[in-house]
């Protein structure tokens, strides 16, 4: 079959839909030929330069015929798997198919041309959203152990995972991998992790592995941190909060400020910053303290909040959100994943609010500064999902 690369992706409506073998929604295509057979051996695979590599030798495809199998071994190892009795499972981030880089059909073209290649049973699931399908989330793997396996029950103590964004740092002329996505994927549906080379080489890796800074884990296994003991002031004060998006500044306000009378101002509900400075002058005007609920992280935008005090004779404190930027992404994360109406945060914004970082100091007109720890909601109603890997890298 040849594919042919066109621009904008249709993923409700496309003629392969009325196909029996593929199951397509806006956020997952599932495709299941006929000799595929259900098994509680899963062996599931990584497709780009686990499976496949490029024909033209460029780090992507430049069309959807731009493929070849990564090895002569590829075919017989997998035939070995089958035969043992694994279910043979593709699980593929493309979110070229959203951003119009291919249409679902020519995808689903290249993919039943791969499987018809190597010769064996392959069920294959493809990821197209930054959704919980997207790895390393593991919603194309609870599909397939909750829908897509005939309800036979999935042995994860002898089902494998074979990807080759492990997070390998650059070694010789190797060059390190582009993420850790494939081994955190594995880490969170909690099976054996294989890198191409394992598998399908027989070869030994002795390296590192270099994993996010940030484990979610740790917040479970460790106990709560303590936080500052706050009363309600006899006189109107400003408190300044500074710390990243998704630091927890928003939910302290709710939960630990707001039943003190302070009034929050932050740019999310009022909009510019000059507005935020006209809201504060406002409720210190009626005898209200105020807490200043934006990133601030340099001494510039804490002073235009710092300066309507002083003029106001009113003390200033500065809550610092001792969240690190690895942990707020983490978060943010979260947030896009359970929440459809947040907006994302993009990593540029995170590393360029790092780089502008001053900390805060008394000299700035702070009374006190205070570091306020991040604690974990315990009764959170998807702490497993928070508790996962949610970063690629």
Not at 95 to 110: C, L, R, S, W, Y
Not at 156 to 180: E, H, L, T, V, Y
Not at 280 to 300: F, L
Request: glycine share 4%.
């Amino acid at each position: 079959r040849q594919c042919t690369l066109t621009k904008g992706a249709d993923l409700e409506n496309n003629d392969s839909n009325s196909h029996s073998y593929w199951k397509v929604s806006s956020s997952l295509l599932v495709y299941t030929p006929p000799d595929v057979k259900p098994s509680s051996n899963i062996l599931a695979l990584d497709l780009d330069n686990t499976i496949i590599t490029t024909v033209s030798g460029k780090t992507f495809p430049k069309d959807c015929n731009d493929w070849k199998l990564l090895n002569d071994k590829v075919s017989a190892k997998l035939k070995e798997y089958h035969q043992d009795g694994y279910k043979i499972v593709i699980m593929s981030n493309q979110h070229g198919i959203e951003k119009g880089h291919i249409t679902v059909p020519a995808f689903q073209n290249k993919i039943e041309n791969i499987v018809d290649k190597i010769h064996v049973p392959i069920q294959v699931f493809v990821s197209i959203l930054p959704d919980r399908n997207r790895k390393p989330l593991t919603g194309m793997w609870e599909q397939l152990e909750n829908n897509e396996n005939g309800n036979v029950k999935v042995d994860k103590s002898s089902s494998i995972f074979c990807g080759d964004a492990a997070g390998r740092p650059a070694q010789g002329k190797q060059k390190k991998d582009f993420s850790c996505s494939d081994l955190l994927f594995s880490m969170n549906v909690g099976v054996k992790f294989l890198t191409p080379e394992q598998l399908w080489l027989n070869e030994n890796y002795t390296g590192t592995f270099c994993l996010p800074e940030f484990n979610a884990k740790r917040l479970l296994e460790n106990p709560d941190p303590v936080l500052p003991s706050l009363i309600k002031p006899s006189k109107p004060e400003m408190i300044i909060l500074v710390g990243f998006p998704a630091s927890g500044k928003s939910h302290f306000c709710r939960q630990r400020l707001a039943p003190l009378g302070y009034t929050i101002v932050s740019r999310d509900t009022i909009g510019t910053w000059q507005k935020c400075v006209q809201a504060c002058k406002a409720a210190i005007a009626k005898g209200q303290s105020v807490v200043v609920d934006n990133t601030n992280m340099d001494a510039e935008s804490r002073s235009r909040y710092i300066d309507v005090a002083k003029q106001a004779n009113c003390p200033v404190r500065c809550f610092i959100m001792d969240t690190s930027v690895a942990h707020a992404r983490h978060n943010e994360r979260f947030r896009m994943v359970t929440d459809s109406s947040h907006t994302k945060v993009s990593q540029m914004v995170f590393n360029t609010l790092k780089a502008k970082y001053q900390e805060p100091e008394t000299k700035e007109g702070f009374s006190e500064i205070i570091k306020i720890p991040f604690v974990l909601d315990r009764s959170l109603k998807e702490i497993d999902l928070y508790c996962m890997h949610l970063l690629e890298k």
